[in-house]
Structure formats: structure tokens, C-alpha cells
């Protein structure tokens, strides 16, 4: 009796092990899948360019140097795009939280006229929409396109965010509301003082993944910015290099004529869309860190309901 | 309590609509009083005109420099555009008045009133605007043109002149003691009010653009009854046969591509699943930080780590070439091979690690004791994972499952315009990229915009549509809904 369940524990082990290898070999090629790309790009933007350019640098750095990072200063459409990159993400956050947090609280009082028709008009807008060519000529008519604006109004009254925060304000205890309105408060100080301060976590939430979403939008900068090539975002930039043919290496070293020895140690197409990647790339990783403790509340973005 | 219907009452009311109507008509570009030359934009409404003296000025720099106009009359234009705005503010304010008690609505048709003035104020110099327009020494190059908005906003001032007069002697007056006051339903309602007018901007205007489908419409002329064609593209997309092959290839594309993500669908959920069996918290973390990265970077930097890896100097031929599998290198990026499958592991990439999460979050929601149970009944692990992970997973996977076949026409325009090169056209133009390149990219004729917007208006009825069975589907299979 014994040993048989012993040969049966051992047996149990033996598959377990053999599970558990093939599960975590899977698991970390699948991860080393994810990331080596990005390593990839990371290492190709730091050895030397000559290598770079004759594709020998596959998985180590060689002649390490931040020379491409230093010059991309040099490059006033990038620099300037970058400007408007950051721009854009901190307004439009800032906008877009205030305003969802705003709605998201009026929706919330049983006083306000028409409240349900109101709330369900926003949510529905989740549904459908009119389509890019209609979207693109209203905001055209209403002067939008070509204007920094562009990016921040039409983003404004996001219906996802404005669930989650109706549903966290419902979650609190209604006494703190009304204790206020009892000693005299309007709406206004009531949302300011006391509504505001306790939707931290949430609003939290909703700007890290508004932010992402500012930041990495680039359809918008191609539909709308089209003639204004002063307002194109970093990810717009980096679309327009990586599909152009011409050497943009002649963009940075002021449009001069390149001898053959620049052109071997240059800095060709490739080095200069890989470093601009990274660049743009940067900002998302470093912030990655802080954002992950939101991911929980930022699923239930896909999964409340109006 | 029982509203009283008097004069003053429905007169009040009237006049609510029409402060409304009022404010509305700023923004309708063929009402513009500020049109006083056919070289300022067509489709600029008055608030745009008022808020932007670029969308007046910037088409007479030529007439600037040959003297056909001053810049004093470009500056005459837009100062009155600017006046008539602010009269269109005071109407605004006015209307939030209106709401008021006694007093409030007293001080609200002092700002109508004042609002009337201004607006004849701004309206009267639109008209000089007109007039040193029609001066000018080359009237074929800078087309002064007389906007009926500006009688027309003549009139709406002089009718809010005199409903706020009517309405002064008929309204009671306020007690000498009574303070401002606004109910707080319409207090509620004026704060949101604001971002009322964005949703209309912003996502019930643009159905207004669905008529574009039934105009012969160029871009940058107008909609007029001349070039009314009613259902013309809608035969159109029938009949015409090179349309009809591209929609059915597009189709192709779509449903391919949609399709191969429906196929599976399961993976973030087998993700999960065999990620849970790993033992160690630290692993288990370490391999979701990872893989959710890419989630988080843009479809241009995917594109950007393609180009990296697989154009001609990349990491895949180096590696190729070292295990002596090919002799040269080859560009893979731009071969049209096999794109649906490249796509789908793309999208792949980007998206396993963070369709996981969802259901990992569910994983440890599961209750322990179930697992108990199981141990005490004798089930293995695979039994544990297949009888109690996957059934607790279910509800979510099928909630996924049914939005993301009402989504089979909404592949996104991100990916698919990232990776677009002129070689793999043909089998990567899914519907959003076939509406984008023909109406906005640089390949459509004269036709396209009409031709777009229909195709968009099918696709939207359709997800509509879609939308609602699933919706229905889940109601009738597990009784809840999903919208």
C-alpha cells in the first residue's frame, strides 16, 4: 500500500516537473519575445553607426556612444514636434480628467434635470459613430483642423471615463455629500472640496491611460494636421521617417551634401528612425513603473457598463 | 406642484428655445454673417470667424500686397465677426438667466437686451466690411460677397430685442429682498450644459455628415440641390465592377483578419491559465510586467520594431544568414506575403500579455474552496485547470467573444495604415483603411469622399446592428447584458 503511493507521488512529480519546464521554457521565450525587440532597438541606437547601418550590430552594442541622441537636438521639426507631443498629452489629460470627473459627478444627482436622457445620450455615443470622413469634415467645419485645439476638444468627453468615475462616486458613503449641503455648501465646493479629493485613485487611473492614449495617437496629428506640418506629433514624425525614402540623415546635418565619408559613418535612415523611436519610445517605459499598480482598475474600463 | 400655464409662462419658454436657436445658428456655416468675401472659407461658421482672425486673413495675403484690399478691412471683418460673438455670449448668458427666479430672469433680459445692441453693433459692421469689400479696385480677385447672415442675425437681434421687451412688462417683478436664485435641477443642468455641447459637436453633428452620400461633393465646394444625386453611389458601389472587386477584396481582408482573431481568442485565456500554474509569484510577475509592454507603445512603434527587425539589415536576416538558412538577404517588411498572418501575430504581440491580465484578475477571484474540493476528490492538475480554472473564466471569455464579433468590421486604422506600403495594398486595406485611403489619403479621385462616407455610414449601421444581437445573445444565454 505504501509504495504504491509512493510510485504514485513520484509519478505525480515527475509530470508536474516536466509541466512546469515546458510551461516556463514557453513563458520565457515568450517574454524575451517581448522585450528583445525593444533591447534590440535600444542597442542598434547606441553602437556605431557604421555597424549599425551594415546591420552587424544583432545582440550586443559595439562602440557604445550617444552621439544620435545628441544630434537629434540639433533637429528643430523634431525638437518642435516633441514639443507639441508633451504639449498635447499634458493639456489633454488635464482637460479630459477635470472633465470626466465634472460630468461623471453631475450625472450622479438625482436633481439634475433630465439626468437619465442626459447620461444615457452620453454612453450610447460609445456605440456608434458617423465615420472618419464625416468625423473628419465636421471637425473641419467647426475649424479644428490645422489648430493645436484639434487635439484636446474632440477628446474631451470620453464616456468610458465618465462610467468609471459615476460608478466610484456611487461607491462612496452619500452622508459626505450630504453633510456638506447641510452646512451650506453649493455644488461646486461640494465636487471641489469633498468629491475631487476622494476620486484620487480613480482619476489617477483614467489619466495614465488617457495620457498613454495622447501620447500615442497619431492617426489624429495625420487627419487633422495635415497642412501643419508645426503641429505634427512625435509619433507623426516618426511615421513620416520610417516611410520616406529620402535620407533624412541630410535633415540634421542642414540639408548639406554628403561625401562619402559621411556616408559611412553617417547617420543613415535606419540609425536616425531607430533613435527617434527609442525617444518616443522612452517616456511610455519610464512611466511604465508607476502605471502598472492601475492596470486592475484600468480592465474595468472594458468591463463596467453605463 | 402644479405649473402654472399663463402668457408669461410660454412666452418665458419661447423664449428659452429661441435664446437656444439663437446660439445655435453661430455655428452654421451658411448663416455666417462674417462671409463677406467669397475668399473666406466656406465652411467657417461665425464662432469660427470670431475666434480666429488666421480663418479670415490668411486667403488675401496676394490681395494684401497688390492693395486690391487694406488690412484695415480685413481688421473691420474681424472685428465684427469678434462683436457679433460677444453678443452671442451675452444670448448665452441670458439663457442660463432665464432660469432664474424673478430677479435672475430680470438681469437676464437686460443681458438680452444687451446682446441685441451689441449684436447690431457687430452686425452693422460686418455691413461696413461689406461695403469697403465691394470698394475694391479688383472685385474678380477678392469676390465681395453679401452674406444673407447678416440680415438674418439683424433680425434674430431685433426679435430677441423685442420678446425680452415683452417679456419685461409681463414677467412679475422681483420682491425688493429676493436674492439670485437657481433651482438646483437647472443649476445642475447649466454646469453640465457646456459639455452637453461637446457631445453634440463631437458625436451627434457628424451624422449630419451622412448627407454627403447623397451629393456629388468635391472638397471645398458646396452642398447645393445642383449637385444632389440621391442614391446614385449607392447603385454606384453595386453596379460599378471595379468597385465591387475592390469591396469584395476588402471584405476579404476584413473578415480574414477578423476572423483569424475570433480563431483565437482563447490564447489570452490559455495565457493565463498556464501562467497560474507556474508556482512562483516573482516568475508570474516578472513575465506579466514583460509581456504587457507593448501594449502600451503605438502602432508606429510597432511598425518602428518591425522596420528594426525585419527590413534588409535586421536582426531576422543576421540570423537567418548565421543558422545558413538563406545566402542574402531579403527585405521582409514590405513583401505582401502572408499578411493576414503577420498582422494577426502582431496584433498578437501587442496584445497576449495585456488580454491576460483580465483574466488572471478573474483567476484569483476564483474561490479557493472549489480548488479544496477538487484536491479532496482526487482531480490532478490538469483536471483542476480544465474543471474549475476554465469554468470560472467562462462568463468573462464570452463576454469578450460576443464584442468582439460585433466588432468584425472595426479592425482599427492604426495598425493596418502603420504597416501600409504600396506593395501590400492589396491584401492589408482592411474597411477602416479602404474609407481612409479613399477619402482622406492621396489615391482618391473626385468621387471619393461620397463613396467613403457611404461605405462608413453601411459599416456603422451594420456594428449597430451587431451590437444589438450580441447584446440580445447574451441576454438570452445568461440573462445579463452587456451594454
Redesign the interface.
Given at each position: 500500500m505504501k509504495e504504491r503511493k509512493d510510485s504514485l507521488y513520484l509519478k505525480?512529480t515527475i509530470s508536474?516537473l516536466a509541466?512546469?519546464t515546458i510551461?516556463?521554457l514557453?513563458?520565457?521565450v515568450?517574454?524575451l519575445?517581448?522585450?528583445f525587440?525593444?533591447y534590440?532597438?535600444f542597442i542598434?541606437t547606441i553602437s556605431e553607426n557604421r555597424l549599425?547601418?551594415?546591420?552587424k550590430i544583432?545582440l550586443y552594442p559595439i562602440g557604445i556612444h550617444f552621439q544620435n541622441y545628441t544630434a537629434l537636438l540639433n533637429a528643430n521639426e523634431l525638437i518642435n514636434s516633441a514639443y507639441i507631443s508633451v504639449l498635447r498629452t499634458v493639456l489633454g489629460t488635464v482637460f479630459m480628467v477635470l472633465?470626466s470627473a465634472?460630468?461623471g459627478y453631475?450625472?450622479t444627482?438625482n436633481?439634475?434635470?433630465?439626468r437619465k436622457v442626459?447620461y444615457r445620450?452620453?454612453v450610447i455615443?460609445m456605440?456608434?459613430?458617423?465615420?472618419?470622413?464625416?468625423?473628419?469634415?465636421?471637425?473641419?467645419?467647426?475649424?479644428l483642423t490645422n489648430?493645436f485645439w484639434g487635439y484636446i476638444?474632440?477628446a474631451?468627453?470620453q464616456p468610458f471615463n465618465i462610467i468609471l468615475v459615476k460608478t466610484y462616486i456611487e461607491s462612496l458613503p452619500k452622508e459626505l455629500e450630504e453633510s456638506a449641503f447641510i452646512d451650506g455648501a453649493g455644488?461646486?465646493v461640494v465636487f471641489g472640496r469633498i468629491i475631487l479629493p476622494l476620486c484620487k485613485p480613480i482619476l489617477a487611473t483614467i489619466a495614465v491611460f488617457g495620457a498613454?492614449g495622447h501620447?500615442?495617437?497619431?492617426?489624429d496629428s495625420?487627419?487633422l494636421m495635415g497642412g501643419e506640418p508645426k503641429l505634427y506629433t512625435l509619433?507623426h514624425r516618426?511615421?513620416i521617417y520610417?516611410?520616406t525614402a529620402s535620407n533624412i540623415g541630410k535633415i540634421i546635418q542642414g540639408g548639406g551634401q554628403l561625401s562619402e565619408a559621411d556616408i559611412a559613418s553617417a547617420l543613415s535612415n535606419?540609425v536616425i528612425?531607430?533613435t527617434?523611436?527609442m525617444v518616443?519610445?522612452i517616456p511610455?517605459?519610464m512611466v511604465?513603473p508607476f502605471?502598472?499598480r492601475f492596470?486592475?482598475k484600468g480592465?474595468m474600463l472594458?468591463?463596467v457598463?453605463? | 406642484m402644479v405649473k402654472r400655464v399663463s402668457f408669461p409662462n410660454v412666452l418665458l419658454v419661447i423664449f428659452r428655445i429661441y435664446l437656444a436657436a439663437v446660439f445655435m445658428a453661430a455655428?452654421v456655416?451658411n448663416l455666417n454673417p462674417a462671409r463677406v468675401s467669397g475668399m473666406i472659407n466656406r465652411?467657417?461658421?461665425l464662432?469660427?470667424n470670431a475666434?480666429?482672425y488666421s480663418?479670415i486673413g490668411s486667403n488675401f495675403v496676394r490681395a494684401l500686397d497688390r492693395g486690391w484690399v487694406t488690412s484695415q478691412t480685413l481688421f473691420v471683418t474681424y472685428i465684427g465677426a469678434l462683436v457679433c460673438g460677444l453678443a452671442i455670449v451675452l444670448i448665452a448668458a441670458a439663457f442660463c438667466l432665464c432660469f432664474g427666479n424673478n430677479r435672475m430672469r430680470r438681469l437676464g433680459l437686460i443681458f438680452s437686451s444687451a446682446a441685441s445692441l451689441v449684436g447690431f453693433a457687430g452686425a452693422s459692421l460686418l455691413l461696413t466690411a461689406y461695403n469697403l469689400f465691394s470698394n475694391t479696385s479688383n472685385p474678380d480677385r477678392v469676390e465681395p460677397l453679401f452674406p444673407m447672415g447678416i440680415w438674418v442675425f439683424f433680425g434674430l437681434f431685433a426679435l430677441t430685442l423685442l420678446l425680452s421687451a415683452a417679456l419685461w412688462f409681463t414677467l412679475p417683478k422681483a420682491d425688493k429682498n429676493e436674492k439670485y436664485e437657481l433651482a438646483?435641477?437647472?443649476?445642475?443642468?447649466l454646469?453640465?450644459l457646456p459639455?452637453?455641447v461637446?457631445?453634440a459637436?463631437?458625436?451627434?453633428?457628424?451624422?449630419?455628415?451622412?448627407r454627403?452620400a447623397f451629393y456629388d461633393y468635391r472638397a471645398g465646394f458646396p452642398l447645393t440641390w445642383d449637385n444632389f444625386v440621391g442614391f446614385k453611389w449607392f447603385t454606384y458601389l453595386v453596379n460599378n465592377p471595379a468597385t465591387r472587386a475592390n469591396i469584395m477584396r476588402v471584405m476579404t481582408n476584413t473578415f480574414a483578419m477578423s476572423g483569424l482573431g475570433l480563431a483565437f481568442s482563447w490564447l489570452p485565456l490559455a495565457f493565463a491559465v498556464?501562467?497560474s500554474?507556474?508556482?512562483s509569484n516573482k516568475?508570474k510577475r516578472?513575465?506579466q510586467?514583460?509581456?504587457?509592454?507593448?501594449n502600451?507603445?503605438?502602432?508606429?512603434?510597432v511598425?518602428?520594431?518591425a522596420?528594426?527587425?525585419f527590413?534588409?539589415?535586421?536582426?531576422l536576416?543576421?540570423?537567418l544568414m548565421n543558422l545558413g538558412l538563406i545566402e542574402e538577404?531579403a527585405n521582409h517588411l514590405i513583401s505582401s506575403s502572408n499578411m493576414w498572418i503577420k498582422m494577426f501575430a502582431w496584433g498578437t504581440?501587442k496584445g497576449?500579455?495585456w488580454g491576460a491580465?483580465?483574466y488572471l484578475?478573474s483567476i484569483s477571484s476564483i474561490d479557493p474552496m472549489l480548488y479544496e474540493a477538487a484536491t479532496v476528490d482526487g482531480a490532478?492538475?490538469f483536471s483542476k485547470m480544465w474543471h474549475v480554472t476554465v469554468p470560472g473564466l467562462l462568463p468573462t471569455f464570452f463576454?469578450?467573444l460576443l464584442l468582439s464579433i460585433s466588432n468584425i468590421l472595426n479592425n482599427g486604422?492604426?495598425q493596418y495604415?502603420?504597416f501600409q506600403?504600396p506593395l501590400n495594398k492589396g491584401s492589408i486595406e482592411v474597411l477602416?483603411l479602404y474609407?481612409?485611403n479613399l477619402?482622406?489619403g492621396n489615391t482618391g479621385g473626385g468621387s471619393s469622399?461620397p463613396i467613403?462616407?457611404l461605405i462608413?455610414?453601411l459599416?456603422?449601421v451594420i456594428?449597430?446592428t451587431l451590437?444589438f444581437c450580441a447584446n440580445s445573445a447574451s441576454k438570452f444565454l445568461r440573462g445579463e447584458?452587456?451594454?
Open positions: 505525480r508536474d509541466f512546469t510551461n516556463g514557453f513563458f520565457t515568450f517574454t519575445l517581448c522585450i525587440p525593444i534590440y532597438l542598434n549599425v547601418t551594415a546591420g544583432n472633465t465634472l460630468v453631475l450625472v444627482q436633481k439634475l434635470l433630465g442626459i445620450a452620453i455615443t456605440y456608434f459613430n458617423a465615420g472618419l470622413i464625416p468625423w473628419f469634415l465636421n471637425i473641419n467645419m467647426l475649424g489648430n476638444i474632440p474631451l468627453v455644488y461646486l498613454v501620447w500615442n495617437s497619431f492617426i495625420i487627419i509619433q516618426l511615421y520610417l516611410n535606419r528612425s531607430l527617434v523611436a518616443t519610445m511610455i517605459l511604465y502605471m502598472q492596470f486592475q480592465l472594458g468591463a457598463k453605463g | 455655428f456655416p465652411s467657417a461658421s464662432f469660427t475666434i480666429s480663418n438646483p435641477k437647472y443649476r445642475l443642468f454646469m453640465l459639455f452637453l461637446l457631445v459637436l463631437f458625436s451627434y453633428l457628424p451624422l449630419m455628415g451622412w454627403y498556464f501562467l500554474e507556474m508556482r516568475y516578472v513575465v510586467t514583460f509581456t504587457t509592454i507593448p502600451f507603445i503605438s502602432w508606429v512603434l511598425y518602428s520594431v522596420f528594426a527587425i527590413s534588409t539589415e535586421g536582426f536576416n543576421w540570423a538577404g504581440w497576449l500579455g491580465i483580465i484578475a490532478g492538475r463576454v469578450l486604422l492604426e495604415l502603420a506600403n477602416d474609407i481612409y477619402g482622406l469622399i467613403a462616407t462608413g455610414i459599416k456603422s456594428s449597430v451590437l447584458t452587456i451594454i
